[in-house]
Nanobody, 124 residues
Framework: QVQLIESGGGSVQAGGSLRLSCTAS????????MGWSRQAPGKEREFVAA????????IYADSVKGRFTISSDNAKNTVYLQMNNLQPEDTAVYYC?????WGRGENLEDYDYWGQGTQVTVSS
């Protein structure tokens, strides 16, 4: 099993940036497809971005393409989500997750392990 802890959330104004971190323990992140998703108040959880190791690839939701970047540091066993040009509609709780089945990452049902989430609030 793997345990995931997110950090880096906070409050920013529109146009600002944040970097979320997801640190794993128990197993190496290279054993999984690692992804970020988010859930805004009153809405369903939605896919944001994912990274796979074999082969190395990333995938993004259309709503964040060009603004968000997912990356991984195997030495630190940590996955990052760099979020630039944040907008009020990006306000949500952001979750890190791990998929042991090596899916592409966009199907939230594929994920086996989830973190507790970190709040991101963007004001206009």
């Amino acid at each position: 099993q793997v345990q995931l802890i997110e950090s880096g959330g906070g409050s920013v104004q529109a146009g600002g940036s944040l970097r979320l971190s997801c640190t794993a323990s128990g197993r190496t992140i290279s054993s999984y497809t690692m992804g970020w998703s988010r859930q805004a108040p009153g809405k369903e959880r939605e896919f944001v971005a994912a990274v796979s190791e074999a082969p190395k690839s990333t995938i993004y939701a259309d709503s964040v393409k060009g603004r968000f970047t997912i990356s991984s540091d195997n030495a630190k066993n940590t996955v990052y989500l760099q979020m630039n040009n944040l907008q009020p509609e990006d306000t949500a709780v952001y979750y890190c997750a791990a998929d042991s089945g090596w899916g592409r990452g966009e199907n939230l049902e594929d994920y086996d392990y989830w973190g507790q989430g970190t709040q991101v609030t963007v004001s206009s």
